[in-house]
């Protein structure tokens, strides 16, 4: 861990069996089958969710970790902005209002998957297929603001090898994700970071795709 950097806290929202049913359902049963296993039923779920985190075996230094209902309610803005932090990590879980962006002082970092200011909201990668647009596919880091994907870019990410299925290439992205908020970070921490304003008149924002559609997008996406 770089000394110059120092985790305050970690905010998670409490599983919620009948929430994780809605959201997931909405992209088919197998695919929230499938999705329920590799989430739930593996063992290392459980200690992802432990009350105390450590992040390096040669300290004695704990991490606080604190279950929310919703990172928007009052009692979850009242923990974060009793940790004071400089910058918040999000790694998922709806959208951020106004309350919770106006607590850190560089900003809540995000990593969309989809490039922006093109591709804004759900499942971009899906619909760049379906416009024969493969180039863009990849993440975006940037910081998060009152918009849904509109806030200031850090970086783009294209990915260059792209899976021929719509699995594969969300697999890729999530596993990418992490470094790539990583990166963000340390490069904070060294205030070797600018960030660029988006033009928000250029791009659209995408919905989840209807079941057909995302069909149509694997079948193209097998051709390639």
Request: aromatic share 12%; glycine share 8%.
């Amino acid at each position: 861990m770089d000394k110059s950097i120092e985790v305050v806290g970690i905010i998670h929202r409490k599983i919620s069996i009948r929430r994780i049913i809605f959201e997931e359902m909405k992209l088919g049963f197998l695919k929230f089958f499938i999705k329920f296993i590799k989430k739930f039923i593996k063992p290392m779920i459980q200690s992802f969710f432990k009350k105390k985190l450590r992040y390096a075996k040669s300290t004695n230094t704990t991490i606080n970790s604190f279950s929310v209902g919703d990172f928007n309610d009052p009692n979850s803005v009242e923990i974060i902005k009793g940790l004071n932090p400089d910058l918040i990590v999000f790694t998922g879980g709806g959208i951020v209002r106004s309350a919770l962006l106006a607590i850190p002082s560089i900003g809540i970092l995000n990593c969309h998957m989809g490039i922006l200011p093109k591709y804004r909201g759900s499942f971009p990668f899906v619909w760049a297929i379906l416009k024969n647009d493969i180039k863009n596919i990849g993440c975006t880091v940037h910081l998060m603001d009152a918009g849904i994907d509109t806030g200031p870019i850090y970086k783009k990410y294209f990915l260059e090898k792209i899976p021929k299925s719509i699995d594969g290439i969300q697999n890729v992205l999530e596993k990418k994700i992490s470094c790539y908020l990583l990166d963000a970070v340390f490069q904070i921490a060294k205030g070797k970071v600018s960030f660029s304003a988006q033009q928000t008149y250029i791009g659209v924002q995408y919905y989840i795709p209807h079941k057909s559609i995302r069909a149509a997008a694997e079948e193209k996406i097998n051709k390639l």
